[in-house]
């Protein structure tokens, strides 16, 4: 290992900074706005977050390179306790809905959830139906190109959000990701 500070002095001696533009980077310019998107599935791995825990993200990229994240979070423990205004619905059972109905339209069936590949959806087409909602973006939904592929329920007009208890799922569901 080298010397740190000299380390240091080698990064930022290489160049002369004085005639550098600054500009400002706006990365809205490469995010995918609201609407609807043609749109291939680029990405989709498990990820470690900051505060060490773990989420499976779904990366969505159209020919412009803009592109649209989702998260799927990962289960914890405490989120089998009752979400608050939502009756007898969970947390865990939010997360779980979210997976399948996400899942489902990428063409995973709910019997293949705890066993696919991140290669099973990378490269999937369709359209991607984004909404606003205060000043986040929200996932509506995914209709691939090819027909045949199965059918999550979620509400047909893609712009509101699914409702878990639309969504039966199954304690197997919950092993997807490896969570």
Do not use: C
């Amino acid at each position: 290992m080298g010397n740190p500070v000299s380390d240091f002095n080698d990064f930022f001696g290489d160049a002369d900074y004085n005639d550098v533009e600054v500009r400002e980077f706006d990365p809205g310019q490469f995010r995918l706005k609201d609407g609807k998107h043609r749109v291939q599935v680029s990405k989709a791995e498990t990820i470690e977050k900051k505060d060490g825990t773990t989420a499976f993200i779904v990366e969505y990229s159209d020919k412009d390179g803009k592109t649209y994240t989702h998260w799927l979070n990962a289960i914890e423990p405490g989120d089998e306790n009752k979400f608050p205004g939502t009756g007898d619905t969970s947390l865990k059972d939010i997360k779980r809905a979210e997976r399948v109905r996400i899942l489902e339209q990428l063409g995973i069936s709910r019997d293949k959830i705890p066993s696919f590949s991140p290669d099973d959806i990378i490269g999937k087409e369709g359209y991607l139906t984004l909404y606003k909602k205060g000043s986040y973006m929200r996932y509506g939904k995914f209709e691939p190109l090819k027909a045949g592929l199965v059918s999550s329920g979620a509400k047909s007009d893609g712009l509101s959000e699914f409702s878990a208890a639309s969504t039966a799922v199954t304690t197997e569901d919950s092993k997807a990701f490896g969570f």
